[in-house]
T-cell receptor, first 117, second 115 residues
Framework: GAVVSQHPSWVICKSGTSVKIECRSLDFQATTMFWYRQFPKQSLMLMATSNEGSKATYEQGVEKDKFLINHASLTLSTLTVTSAHPEDSSFYIC?????????????FGPGTRLTVT | QQQVKQSPQSLIVQKGGISIINCAYENTAFDYFPWYQQFPGKGPALLIAIRPDVSEKKEGRFTISFNKSAKQFSLHIMDSQPGDSATYFCAASTYSGGSNYKLTFGKGTLLTVNP
C-alpha cells in the first residue's frame, strides 16, 4: 500500500518552454503533497507543500510563479515548471501524506528527471 | 536553525560489517527522525524512524540510536550486504503550520558494501 507514482519519469524540454509533472497517490487519499528538488549527489530540498483544494505554500527562495503547483484532487498534484531554463534541470520528487497515516509519514514517488536544453 | 548535519559523506564497508551513519541537529523543535534509503534514479524509501522519547529502535538489521541531550542520532546497519549499497539520508520533522509537518534532510551518505 501507500504507492505514489510520478509521470513522466524522464523529460527533456527546450529552454523557454513549460513542462508539467504529475504526482499521483495510487491507493490512498493524499491530504498533503510535497514537492522536492534534488540536484545530483545532493540532498532533497523541499520546494512547496500543498493541501488538497488550497494554494501551495512555497519555501523561501522558491519562485511560485515559476513552479506552479496544483493539488486539485485527493490523488493528484501537478508541478509545472514554466519558462524552463537549463538551471532548472534537476530530479523532482513528490511525496504524499494520507488522511489515515501518521502526521509525520510521507510516501515518496520515484522522481522525475528534468533536463532543459 | 533548520539544519541536519550528516556524516560521513561516503562509506565503504565489507560484506558482513557494520555501517554507521551519524546525524546531528540543532533545532529542538524537531520531533521525528526518519532514515531514508535511496537507490540511483529512484525516490527515497523510509527505512526506520524514531521519536525523541525513545533512545533506540531496532528493525531487523537496522537500528537507530538517539541521544536527545547531545542532539544526535545514528543509523547502524548490521551484517551489511551488497544490496544495501545506496545513499542514506537522515531527516528531521518539524511542525510547519496547519496540519503540516515538513522534513529537513541531511546531505546524504553514499554507502558501498563490498562483496
Amino acid at each position: 500500500g501507500a504507492v505514489v507514482s510520478q509521470h513522466p519519469s524522464w523529460v527533456i524540454c527546450k529552454s523557454g518552454t513549460s513542462v508539467k509533472i504529475e504526482c499521483r497517490s495510487l491507493d490512498f487519499q493524499a491530504t498533503t503533497m510535497f514537492w522536492y528538488r534534488q540536484f545530483p549527489k545532493q540532498s532533497l530540498m523541499l520546494m512547496a507543500t500543498s493541501n488538497e483544494g488550497s494554494k501551495a505554500t512555497y519555501e523561501q527562495g522558491v519562485e511560485k510563479d515559476k513552479f506552479l503547483i496544483n493539488h486539485a484532487s485527493l490523488t493528484l498534484s501537478t508541478l509545472t515548471v514554466t519558462s524552463a531554463h537549463p538551471e532548472d534541470s534537476s530530479f523532482y520528487i513528490c511525496s504524499a501524506r494520507s488522511r489515515t497515516s501518521g502526521k509525520y509519514e510521507q510516501y515518496f514517488g520515484p522522481g522525475t528527471r528534468l533536463t532543459v536544453t | 536553525q533548520q539544519q541536519v548535519k550528516q556524516s560521513p559523506q561516503s562509506l565503504i564497508v565489507q560484506k558482513g560489517g557494520i555501517s554507521i551513519i551519524n546525524c546531528a541537529y540543532e533545532n529542538t523543535a524537531f520531533d521525528y527522525f526518519p532514515w531514508y534509503q535511496q537507490f540511483p534514479g529512484k525516490g527515497p524509501a523510509l527505512l526506520i524512524a524514531i521519536r525523541p522519547d525513545v533512545s533506540e529502535k531496532k528493525e531487523g538489521r537496522f537500528t537507530i540510536s538517539f541521544n536527545k541531550s547531545a542532539k544526535q542520532f545514528s543509523l547502524h546497519i548490521m551484517d551489511s550486504q551488497p544490496g544495501d549499497s545506496a545513499t542514506y539520508f537522515c531527516a528531521a520533522s518539524t511542525y510547519s503550520g496547519g496540519s503540516n509537518y515538513k522534513l529537513t534532510f541531511g546531505k546524504g551518505t553514499l554507502l558501498t558494501v563490498n562483496p
